[in-house]
Structure formats: C-alpha cells, structure tokens
C-alpha cells in the first residue's frame, strides 16, 4: 500500500466519530455495506473491465467501441448475478448509473437504456402476452433495446411527436413513417449503432383519427448482420459536451411495418381502440428513471465532494499569517463554504430519494390494482425532486471543481466528465423547467382546493403554512416552519397573479405563461421544504446510532437547512418575520458550523467509501499523494511517448527558419 500523505492522517485521527459507523448507516447496514464490497470487487477488479489506454486519448470512434466492449462485460457479469439470485435492483442501480457504472464508462454507457427504460416500458405498458413474447428475450439480451421518444422537433412537448403509426387492418400490421425531417427520432441513448429493437413512441391512427402517441416495440436491425432493417434509417446524432460513449442517436422511418401485437397497450383486433384509464400511464418510464435520478445526483455529490475535501486537505497555498507555513487550503473558510454545504447536500438527496422510491414502489403498486389517485402527487414530487436535485448537483460539481483550482480543471481530477454526466441529468428525462412547471400545476390545483390537502403527505403542510410567522430561533424546526411559509406564500401570490391576468381578460394559458418564473420559483421552495423536511426526520428518527455519529449528522443537517436558508434571504425577509438581525444571526450560525465540521470533514467522506478506482481521479484518492498522480497521469499523454513529435519536422522547423 502507497505511503499515505501527512495531511490525511492528521485529519483521519481528527475524527470524533467511528467513520465505519456511518458508512453502514449510509449503505443500510453492515451486511449491504459488504454485499456492496461484494459487488465493486467482482466488477472492478476485473482486469477485462480496465482500459489500456485513457479514454481522454482516444478517437470518437474508439471510444464507442471500448465502451461496447465493456459494456457487453458489464452486462454479461450482471446476467451472472442475476443467475446467482443477485440480480436486486440496487445492483442495476448501481452499475447503470451512479457510481460504479460511471467509473467502468466513465463517459457513458450505449447499452443503458435497454435495462433502464426498454425493460421497464415493456414491464409497465405490456399486455400479460407481450410480456410473455418480449421479457424472457430482453432479460436474457438476446436482443437489446432502447428507448426512442425525443424527435430532432420535439423532446418536452411529447403530445407533439409526428412519427406516426398507422393501422393497416387489412394486414393487422401498422406502418411506421416520419413525415417530416423534424420527426426523426433524435437522442436515444444506444441508438445509433449498439440496439436492435427500440420503444417507439409515436402517434397512433386508427381509421383515419388520431389516438395520441403509444409505445411500439420495433425492429430496428437484423438480428444476424445489424444491418439496418428496410425502411429504417438510423445513424449516430455526433458529439456532446458529455457522455460521448452513449451512442445517442437517429431515426426515421419509411412505410416501416411492423404486427398489430407490437402496440404495448390493450387494443380490439379490428382497429377499434380501446382507451387506457389515463393518458398518463404512457408516461410512466419517465416517472421511474426520474425516480432513479435522484439516488445519482446523492451519488455523484458524494464522489465529487469526496475528490475535492480529499485535496482540499492535502493542497497547501498563501500565507493566513506571516511567517507561518502555507496553510492547507481546507482551513480557508471560503473553501469551507464550497465543500461543506455539498457534503450535507448529499445527505439531504440520499434520504429524500430512499422515501421518493419507497412512495414510488407503493404508488405503482396501487396503479396495478386501478388505483391512480396517488398519481399526482408522485408526480408532483418526482419532477421537482428530479429538476432541484440534478441543478444542485450539476452545480455542486461545478463549484466544487473550481474549488480544486487548475487542477481540478485537469481530465485526471475526473471532476470534467462528472460534471458532463451530472449536466446532462438537466435536460434529460424531462427539461428542470419544464419540470418544476408540472410540480406548479399540481402545487396550483392544490391551493385552489385544499379539500383532501390532509391525506397528501407531501403537501399537507400548506394547510396552514401561510400563517407560520415564528419569531427566529436557532433550530432547523424554525427553518423549516420558515422555508414552508415561503413555499405557501408563493405558491399563493402565483396564484393571486394568474387570477389577476385572468380578472383582465388573458387566456388562462396566457396568464400561467406570465407568471411562470414564480410558478418555477415556488414549486423550486416547495421542494427545499420537502428536502429539509426529509433530512430533519431521518436524523431525528436514528435511534440506535452512537451519540457521537448522531452529532455529526445534526451538523450536517444543520448546515443543509442554514445554507438552504441563507441561499433564501430575500424570500425570508419577503414572505415571514425574519428581519436583518436573524440573517446576521443565520450567517453566524452557518460560521459556526463550518467550523464544528472542519474536524469531521475528511471523516465523514472516508465514510461515503467510495473506491479509488470509483473515484477515479489524481486528487481524491484515499493515500493523498496528489502530486505523484498528477505526474503519472501526464506520463499517459500520447504526446509524452516520443522526445519529438512530427509537427516539428512538418510545421515548426520550416516556421522558425522562416522567421531567422
Ligand atoms: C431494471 C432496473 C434498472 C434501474 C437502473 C437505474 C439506473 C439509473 C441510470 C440512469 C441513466 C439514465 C439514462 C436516461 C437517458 C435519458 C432518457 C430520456 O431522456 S427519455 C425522454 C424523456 N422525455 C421527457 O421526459 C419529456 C418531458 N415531457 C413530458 O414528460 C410531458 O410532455 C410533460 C409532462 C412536460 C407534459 O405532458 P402533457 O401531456 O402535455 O401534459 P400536460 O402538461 O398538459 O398535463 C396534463 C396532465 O397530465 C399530468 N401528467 C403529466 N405527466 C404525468 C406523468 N408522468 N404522470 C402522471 N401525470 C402526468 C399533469 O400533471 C396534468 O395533470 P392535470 O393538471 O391535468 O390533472
Ligand atoms: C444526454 C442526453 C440523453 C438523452 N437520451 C434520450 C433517450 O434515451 N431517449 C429519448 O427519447 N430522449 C433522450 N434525450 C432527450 C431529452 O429527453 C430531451 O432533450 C429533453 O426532454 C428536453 O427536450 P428538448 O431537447 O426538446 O428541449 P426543449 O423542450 O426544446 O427545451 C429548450 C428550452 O425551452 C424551454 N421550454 C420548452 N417547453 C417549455 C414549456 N412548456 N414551458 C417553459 N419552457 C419550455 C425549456 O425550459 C428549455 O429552456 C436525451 C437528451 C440528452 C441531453
């Protein structure tokens, strides 16, 4: 094992609680902890999943291939879990996503969206008979698929698609076509070289009328060669800030047939179709990865803070006082400010995700049986979850790469692509925009009728939230109490505002189009609220933990509802009692917490243990020894492997003879 640097070990033996503790805490218990051991080991330690060359250095081209490489280790291995009774969800959410997948494809992987979305649509929209045709062939990857809904015209307005399908009854077939240029498909993961089937969604005609759009499983390449099937046109979209392994790509069709039976949904042999209880229920794959988002943004926060309190402890810079040595750059109270507040946002993002999917498991239980009242609100809540959860996170990984200075700019910090991977989480699966507007429709309609307000537990608070209006005291109860009058209060002055618009004559649609910046911003704090709330109940609910490990964790959630208040200054001192003292006594307050974790802090990410190769990065591994990485890693640089390059003879050479 490598020397570990001085710096670390100070700050290990600083540490006031038992960092193993919470690692099982965090992992659910020891025995998860050690199935996740498991699990790393068998992916990460084998050699066929390692690259020879830095993926930084190779072309577009070779990157695909050495990640379908990988890709199709990675699946076969996951087949062999599966087959050994190991095949639970948090191994698929582990090795798809979060923080074992992105470390074997740490630029994407092209097969995701056949477990993540082609499995899960069939699961969710498929007759008892489609299951029975399509589920053995996908779980076995006898084929693979992905899942093809965003067109080059239309990714938000999805009611907007133009591909459409068309029933053939004569043939009992329908006839896939792309009318227009802006109805190819544009962006599914895995598209454009690596799937042979896909979930396509397109605008279903039956007898000449218009049904809506509805999830087909097509054919897109033959079995045998991969050829393009007749009538397919298909190709790779090119590349991306991030991600530039998934192989997202096009797709039109050409009186493309494909049988009746390929229509996930119940419909009469004759063409009559019969209408499913909700719309909605097509939408249901989106719901589920939103679900799933929201444990990565918790995942790559942890990584991404990991890295840079790791180096942040070991990097020495400036003089605090003169005469004394450089100071590490983690004493810094600045720095303090960029680290911490991450480190206990990936707490908060942890615990509202293991309750989002829990509301999630019961919901799509009760949709089985034909109940869909609790649809709204998981939908409500999956959306701003999703929207405030990737912008922080994108953001925190962002900040906390320009708290590593000019190295954190380096590939081999790994903070680059682990923002690549966390920006895309913006856009995909649902623009934040948008999605924080669908959380305001439901936080509107609320309002407007309160009536079963009591039986919604996520909303129940705005029963009388308006009326708060505690004086300050130092406690998160009275953040929370704050941050939930905020919440009320604007979600009732948009309303006031859309009412007024309509009171002068606007359309409705135009009315909620000019409040919609306080539409965003109300369904934004109506999230923090459920966020903090969230956080607060879990560590109020640990009963068995040590007293030590329970002060850490009220730190931790103390800082998350000081900062989050902080961040909110101007709405406290709009929407409730807060005055300018309370602020100077919050900013206080956030001070004295920096300082209370200033000891805990490499403790506690030790404890997110996560695995060097995890990590990935020069700056953040466990022994410290940044700059002895920093130079291995520069060895790898093609450009180093010769003492000339050719530029010098073609280009160089004649340039400065030139100029004598
Ligand atoms: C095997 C396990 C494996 C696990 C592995 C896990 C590993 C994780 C790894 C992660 C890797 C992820 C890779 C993913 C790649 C990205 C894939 C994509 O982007 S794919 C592409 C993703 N693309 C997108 O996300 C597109 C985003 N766009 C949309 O979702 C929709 O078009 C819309 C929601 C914006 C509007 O829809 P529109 O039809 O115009 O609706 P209106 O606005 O007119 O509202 C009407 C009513 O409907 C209601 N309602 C709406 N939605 C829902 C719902 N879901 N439900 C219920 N209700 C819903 C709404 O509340 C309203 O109710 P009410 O008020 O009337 O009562
Ligand atoms: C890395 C990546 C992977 C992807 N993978 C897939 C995939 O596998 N399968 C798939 O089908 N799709 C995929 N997508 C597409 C993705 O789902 C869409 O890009 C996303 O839904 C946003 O749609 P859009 O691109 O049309 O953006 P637009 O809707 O055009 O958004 C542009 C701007 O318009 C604003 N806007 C749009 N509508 C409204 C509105 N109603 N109110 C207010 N503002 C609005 C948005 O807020 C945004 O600022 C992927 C995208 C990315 C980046």
Redesign the pocket.
């Known amino acids: 094992m490598a020397k570990i640097n001085e710096d670390l070990l100070k700050e290990r033996k600083k540490c006031s609680f038992n960092t193993a503790e919470l690692t099982h805490l965090l992992d659910g218990g020891k025995d998860k902890t050690l199935e996740r051991h498991s699990r790393e080991h068998f992916f990460l330690d084998d050699p066929e999943l390692r690259s020879k060359i830095p993926l930084e250095y190779l072309s577009h081209k070779e990157k695909y291939e050495e990640a379908v490489r990988k890709s199709c280790i990675l699946f076969r291995k996951v087949q062999e879990l599966q087959e050994a009774g190991k095949g639970g969800i948090e191994n698929f959410r582990e090795i798809l996503g979060g923080q074992l997948g992105s470390a074997i494809l740490k630029d994407g992987n092209p097969l995701t969206?056949h477990y993540v979305?082609f499995i899960p649509t069939i699961t969710g929209q498929g007759d008892f008979e489609q299951q029975a045709e399509w589920m053995h062939k996908a779980w076995t990857c006898s084929i693979i698929g992905?899942?093809?809904?965003?067109e080059l015209g239309?990714?938000?307005?999805i009611r907007g698609l133009e591909t459409t399908a068309t029933y053939d009854p004569k043939t009992e077939e329908f006839v896939l076509n792309s009318p227009t240029l802006t109805s190819y498909?544009w962006?599914?993961?895995g598209?454009g070289h690596s799937a042979n089937f896909a979930i396509v969604?397109a605008q279903l005609y039956t007898q000449g009328k218009c049904h809506g759009i509805h999830p087909f499983i097509v054919q897109l390449r033959d079995e045998e060669t991969h050829m393009p099937m007749k009538g397919i046109k298909i190709g790779e979209i090119g590349c991306?800030l991030g991600?530039n392994s998934?192989n997202?790509g096009y797709l039109g069709f050409e009186n493309y047939r494909i049988p009746r039976t390929n229509l996930l949904m119940k419909n009469n042999k004759d063409g009559t179709y019969v209408k499913s209880p909700s719309s909605k229920l097509t939408y249901g794959t989106m719901i589920f990865v939103r679900v799933v988002l929201v444990q990565d943004c918790a995942s790559y926060m942890k990584k991404a803070v990991t890295i840079a309190t790791r180096y942040s402890a070991v990097r020495h810079q400036s003089e605090m006082k003169p005469n004394c040595p450089e100071p590490q750059i983690i004493d810094y109270v600045t720095q303090q400010y960029k680290l911490f507040p991450y480190i206990a946002m990936s707490f908060a993002f942890q615990y509202s995700a293991s309750w989002l999917w829990d509301i999630y498991n019961n919901v799509t239980g009760e949709l089985e049986s034909g109940q869909l009242e609790n649809l709204p609100e998981l939908h409500a809540l999956a959306c701003c979850l999703k929207a405030v959860g990737t912008a922080d996170c994108a953001a925190g990984v962002e900040t906390l790469r320009l708290a590593c200075g000019g190295h954190g700019y380096m590939t081999a910090s790994n903070l680059p692509s682990t923002y690549g991977l966390a920006t895309?989480m913006c856009?995909?699966?649902?623009?934040?925009?948008?999605l924080l507007?669908q959380t305001a429709r439901y936080l509107i309609k609320i309002w407007q009728n309160k009536k079963n307000i009591q039986n919604l537990p996520t909303v129940r608070y705005l029963d009388n939230a308006l009326f708060n209006n505690r004086s300050y005291e130092k406690s998160v109860s009275w953040i929370l109490s704050a941050l939930q009058q905020v919440a009320a209060a604007k979600i009732d002055l948009a309303n006031k505002h859309i009412n007024d618009r309509v009171r002068q004559g606007k359309a409705y649609e135009d009315a909620w189009?000019e409040t919609?910046i306080e539409l965003v911003a109300a369904a934004d704090a109506h999230c923090r609220t459920f966020l903090l709330d969230i956080f607060n109940l879990t560590v109020n609910n640990f009963q068995s933990i040590s007293p030590e490990l329970k002060a850490v964790l009220t730190d931790l959630l103390e800082l998350y509802a000081v900062h989050t208040a902080i961040r909110m200054t101007g709405d406290l001192l709009r929407f409730t009692n807060t005055i300018g003292k309370d602020v100077e006594a919050l900013q206080l307050w956030l001070e004295e917490l920096l300082a209370k974790i200033r000891p805990n802090a490499i403790g506690i990410v030790d404890s997110f243990d996560i695995r060097d190769e995890v990590l990935g990065s020069a700056l953040g591994a466990y022994d410290g020894n940044v700059y002895e990485r920093l130079f291995a890693e520069a060895q790898k640089s093609p450009l180093n492997h010769e003492p000339v390059n050719k530029s010098f003879g073609l280009y160089l050479k004649p340039f400065l003879k030139n100029n004598l």
């Not at 992905?146 to 965003?150: F, G, L, R």
């Not at 856009?427 to 948008?434: M, S």
């Open positions: 969206l979305m992905t899942y093809a809904q965003t239309h990714g938000t307005f498909k962006w599914p993961g598209l969604v991306k991600m998934t997202n895309a856009t995909y699966e649902g623009e934040n925009t948008v507007l189009n919609s």
